[in-house]
């Protein structure tokens, strides 16, 4: 007679290997086609199961997407656990960079599954939306506390402007470490703890920005007040959760009045990201026709982009918008993405020729600008509790002093 309890270990042993890898592929899929655009049959053929097989393991396709934006959130928790060991604020943060470098790289090398981005956590339904809200502040509130416990109102500001940035960017890295073989990957990594550890900042330079004033001119009547309203909505639900229906609500107009303005929701994406990519662009160009050194373009365009990002009426299309996109589409839409960070390692190369900004990998430097400047709209209710010049400060101080500097309080 068999033992029974091997068996039942068995048996626990397999369902647990097929429903992790069903929560990887459903990762594979959120990643490519979001949430909402997730479906059972496509990560049942990811996997070689049929669908039925499935629904056994999760009856509803939130069910399913939930789970995995849970397991996201765990893994987070542990690296911030693990960071925590570190004596200091800056070891604290480099070991917890290090960590995602280090599951990159094994997902690079088929080690280990992706896991599923958090971008479309705000378009997921109560009561599901609720509980991972909850945790998703817990991952926040941890790392704000890579910086120690606040003492004043003040600190806790500047934790919180860190902590977002420094999340942004770790989850901007997949985007730009595949451009380097594996094997440079650590030393990538390093230029970018080199960075959040001492900024931009040249030794003489001061955060003195004067902002541009960018127009936004568009020959269509209305057009602008319809790409800022899907730009709100994308940002704030993802591409699929921000349906026709609810941008037209949100201007109170008609379906039909979307169709006047744009042909197909996927041209409203890829106008929304024009827009929003001629309004980085204009900043950039603007500061660089204004002269001086190349430290005050940099600060002129950051401040003139905060203040875009934090104001109730001009935000910048986030990337998480992009997984929603047709292939050529997207291609088109990172490529201009693209030649604007350039433009970005352009100025921070100069400033290094001219002694006005720190000698720094220019590359990264420029991603991780990126990443602060696109991820700034989310941090709209902290700046408003301030006034919008504070705010400013206080965020770009994490890249232009670095995350360590308090000159900003």
């Not at 928790?77 to 599951?103: K, Q």
């Not at 990998?361 to 700034?376: E, G, K, P």
Request: glycine share 6%; net charge neutral; proline share 3%.
């Amino acid at each position: 007679m068999g033992d029974t309890r091997v068996d039942d270990t068995t048996s626990t042993r397999r369902f647990r290997e097929k429903r992790d890898a069903i929560l990887a592929a459903a990762a594979e899929a959120i990643n490519e086609q979001s949430a909402k655009g997730m479906t059972f049959a496509d990560v049942a053929r990811r996997v070689g199961l049929n669908t039925t097989s499935v629904t056994y393991y999760f009856k509803r396709k939130e069910d399913l997407a939930a789970a995995a934006f849970e397991y996201t959130l765990d893994y987070l928790l542990r690296m911030l656990d693990e960071a925590m060991l570190a004596d200091t604020p800056a070891e604290r943060v480099a070991t917890y960079l290090r960590l995602n470098m280090e599951r990159l790289a094994r997902i690079e090398r088929g080690e280990e599954k992706q896991f599923a981005v958090l971008s479309d956590l705000r378009a997921t339904e109560d009561p599901v939306r609720t509980k991972l809200m909850a945790g998703w502040r817990e991952v926040f509130r941890r790392t704000r506390l890579l910086w120690g416990p606040a003492t004043n109102r003040a600190r806790t500001d500047l934790a919180s402007a860190r902590a977002h940035v420094l999340l942004e960017n770790t989850f901007w890295m997949p985007v730009w470490l595949p451009r380097y073989d594996v094997d440079q990957w650590p030393r990538a990594c390093e230029r970018l703890i080199d960075l959040f550890r001492h900024g931009v900042a040249g030794p003489a330079a001061a955060w003195s920005p004067h902002p541009i004033a960018l127009g936004h001119d568009d020959p269509v009547p209305g057009r602008e007040a319809f790409l800022l309203a899907a730009t709100r909505l994308i940002n704030e639900l993802g591409y699929r959760g921000a349906s026709v229906q609810r941008i037209a609500s949100e201007l109170n107009v008609t379906k039909g009045s979307f169709y006047h303005h744009l042909d197909a929701k996927d041209d409203l994406v890829a106008a929304c990201y024009r827009r929003s990519f001629d309004t980085i662009a204009a900043a950039q160009r603007q500061a660089d026709e204004r002269g001086g050194t190349q430290w005050q373009r940099l600060c002129d365009t950051v401040a003139t982009l905060l203040d875009v990002q934090f104001s109730e009426h001009g935000p910048l299309l986030r990337t998480t918008a992009l997984s929603g996109l047709p292939t050529e589409t997207r291609a088109a839409m990172v490529e201009r993405s693209n030649r604007i960070a350039r433009r970005f390692a352009g100025t921070i190369s100069d400033g290094v020729a001219e002694g006005t900004i720190r000698a720094v990998d220019s590359l990264i430097a420029a991603q991780a600008m990126m990443a602060l400047l696109n991820a700034a709209f989310d941090m709209r209710k902290w700046a408003w509790s301030m006034p919008r010049e504070r705010a400013a400060a206080l965020y770009a101080s994490t890249l232009m002093f670095g995350m360590f500097d308090d000159r900003a309080l």
